[in-house]
C-alpha cells in the first residue's frame, strides 16, 4: 500500500536514514560545500522557467551556490518564526512576506499561550520580517516567480515550520512548482513536507534528528552584511565574495 504521507510530492531521499553509518558521510564542510552538493542533484532543473530562492540568513549562502552553479536566478523569500515568549527555543509558527502564516495549534495550546501573547509576539516578528524584506529589495527586484519553477532552499531543516511557510510563500507569488532542496532534514519531517512541495530534494535524512549545527564542520553565522554581499553577486558564474568565503572557511560552531 502506498504511503500517504508521500502521495503528494516526489521526494528525492539520498541519506542511508540510520546513524550508525560513518559519521563523516552525514557532515557538510559548510554552507558553501552543502550548495554544491545540492547543485550536483539538482542539474534537471537548469533553464529559464526555474529561479533559485533563498530563506535568509543561513540558506542565502546554500542557494548562492546552487545559483551560480546551474546559471539561474537569485532571489529571497524573507520567513520569521513565531517563538514562544518565555522559551525561545520553541517556535508555535511562522510568517512569511505576501501575509504567509502557519501555526501550530498543538505547541499554542500545550504553552498556554493568550491572544495578547500570540498577537505582540506576530506583530514583533512582522516588523523584523518588513525590516529585512526591505534590505533585500535594496538589491533590486526580485525575480519573478509567476508561470516559474521555484528551488526553495535553506541549510536545513529542523521543524519544518519554515519550510513550509517559505513554500507556501513561492506559491503565493505565482510559482507553478516548487522544489524544497535542503541539505539535511529528519527523515520523518521530510515526509510530512510532501505534503507542501511539488519535490523535495534532501541529501541526508537521519532517522534520529540532531542539532543542525552538528551537520556541519564549519557552521559560522550569516549576518545580514553576508546576505547583502551574496545578493549583490548574483550574476551568474561569479564567485562568492572573498572575505564571506574566508569566514566560512575559519573555525565554527559545528
Given at each position: 500500500?502506498?504511503?500517504?504521507?508521500?502521495?503528494?510530492?516526489?521526494?528525492?531521499?539520498?541519506?542511508?536514514?540510520?546513524?550508525?553509518?560513518?559519521?563523516?558521510?552525514?557532515?557538510?564542510?559548510?554552507?558553501?560545500?552543502?550548495?554544491?552538493?545540492?547543485?550536483?542533484?539538482?542539474?534537471?532543473?537548469?533553464?529559464?522557467?526555474?529561479v533559485v530562492m533563498g530563506v535568509p540568513r543561513g540558506?542565502?549562502?546554500?542557494?548562492?551556490?546552487?545559483?551560480?552553479?546551474?546559471?539561474?536566478?537569485?532571489?529571497?523569500?524573507?520567513?520569521?518564526?513565531?517563538?514562544?515568549?518565555?522559551?525561545?527555543?520553541?517556535?508555535?509558527?511562522?510568517?512569511?512576506?505576501?501575509?504567509?502564516?502557519?501555526?501550530?495549534?498543538?505547541?499554542?495550546?500545550?504553552?498556554?499561550?493568550?491572544?495578547?501573547?500570540?498577537?505582540?509576539?506576530?506583530?514583533?516578528?512582522?516588523?523584523?520580517?518588513?525590516?529585512?524584506?526591505?534590505?533585500?529589495?535594496?538589491?533590486?527586484?526580485?525575480?519573478?516567480?509567476?508561470?516559474?519553477?521555484?528551488?526553495?532552499?535553506?541549510?536545513?531543516?529542523?521543524?519544518?515550520?519554515?519550510?513550509?511557510?517559505?513554500?507556501?510563500?513561492?506559491?503565493?507569488?505565482?510559482?507553478?512548482?516548487?522544489?524544497?532542496?535542503?541539505?539535511?532534514?529528519?527523515?520523518?519531517?521530510?515526509?510530512?513536507?510532501?505534503?507542501?512541495?511539488?519535490?523535495?530534494?534532501?541529501?541526508?535524512?537521519?532517522?534520529?534528528?540532531?542539532?543542525?549545527?552538528?551537520?556541519?564542520?564549519?557552521?559560522?553565522?550569516?549576518?545580514?552584511?553576508?546576505?547583502?554581499?551574496?545578493?549583490?553577486?548574483?550574476?551568474?558564474?561569479?564567485?562568492?565574495?572573498?572575505?564571506?568565503?574566508?569566514?566560512?572557511?575559519?573555525?565554527?560552531?559545528?
Open positions: 500500500m502506498d504511503d500517504p504521507a508521500l502521495s503528494g510530492a516526489h521526494t528525492d531521499l539520498s541519506s542511508d536514514r540510520t546513524d550508525h553509518r560513518t559519521h563523516l558521510r552525514s557532515l557538510f564542510l559548510d554552507r558553501y560545500d552543502a550548495g554544491r552538493r545540492l547543485a550536483h542533484r539538482l542539474q534537471a532543473f537548469r533553464g529559464p522557467e526555474v540558506g542565502i549562502t546554500v542557494a548562492y551556490e546552487i545559483a551560480v552553479r546551474l546559471r539561474l536566478p537569485l532571489g529571497a523569500i524573507v520567513v520569521n518564526k513565531l517563538r514562544v515568549p518565555y522559551r525561545p527555543d520553541l517556535a508555535f509558527g511562522a510568517i512569511g512576506e505576501d501575509d504567509t502564516r502557519i501555526i501550530d495549534e498543538v505547541v499554542v495550546r500545550s504553552a498556554l499561550l493568550t491572544p495578547e501573547e500570540l498577537a505582540d509576539t506576530e506583530s514583533h516578528e512582522r516588523a523584523s520580517l518588513h525590516r529585512r524584506a526591505e534590505r533585500i529589495r535594496r538589491h533590486g527586484p526580485q525575480p519573478k516567480l509567476g508561470g516559474r519553477t521555484a528551488l526553495v532552499v535553506d541549510d536545513g531543516v529542523s521543524t519544518g515550520m519554515t519550510a513550509r511557510t517559505a513554500c507556501r510563500a513561492a506559491y503565493r507569488r505565482g510559482a507553478v512548482r516548487v522544489v524544497l532542496a535542503v541539505p539535511v532534514a529528519p527523515h520523518r519531517i521530510v515526509r510530512t513536507l510532501a505534503y507542501h512541495a511539488d519535490k523535495i530534494v534532501c541529501l541526508e535524512t537521519p532517522a534520529n534528528p540532531r542539532p543542525l549545527d552538528e551537520s556541519y564542520l564549519r557552521f559560522d553565522p550569516v549576518t545580514d552584511t553576508d546576505v547583502d554581499h551574496l545578493l549583490g553577486t548574483r550574476r551568474p558564474g561569479s564567485a562568492a565574495p572573498a572575505r564571506i568565503r574566508l569566514a566560512e572557511s575559519g573555525n565554527g560552531s559545528g
